[in-house]
């Protein structure tokens, strides 16, 4: 029993694709990803806690760099300007890029110029640097 091939019941080819499907799978992967994009960035306020480890032992002349809540820079007790930064360090330090120095920061400082301050130091050759805070008495940190 076959169907005779040339008569015409009313079925015929389809010559195009239907493309529904795709679009449905195309809508709930932009749905999915629409949700989970804002999941994937780290957006979370945090208060960063204080210190209560011991004191590190100084230096006989520590080499002070601080950066006030006004965003002056200070080296030791004298303003520097940023772009004389690196000459005020050499001229402190005698040209040795291995002295530590000790960067103090107002917390009022907006964090992105404290690090530009510490890009500022790496890129003038000094890479010892320590952040100084202040010594909370016992407790939780």
Known sequence: MGFPMHEDHGLEEMAEINVTPFIDVTLVLLIVFMVAAPL???DIPIDLPGQTAPASPREEAPVFLTLTAENVLMLGDAPVPAAGLAAALEQTTGGDAET????????????????????????AGYRKVALVALEKSGGTP
């Open 40 to 42: 994937a960035t780290v």
């Open 100 to 123: 530590r120095l000790y960067l103090r920061a107002d917390s009022a400082v907006p964090y992105g110029a404290l690090m530009a301050v510490m890009d500022d130091l790496r890129g």
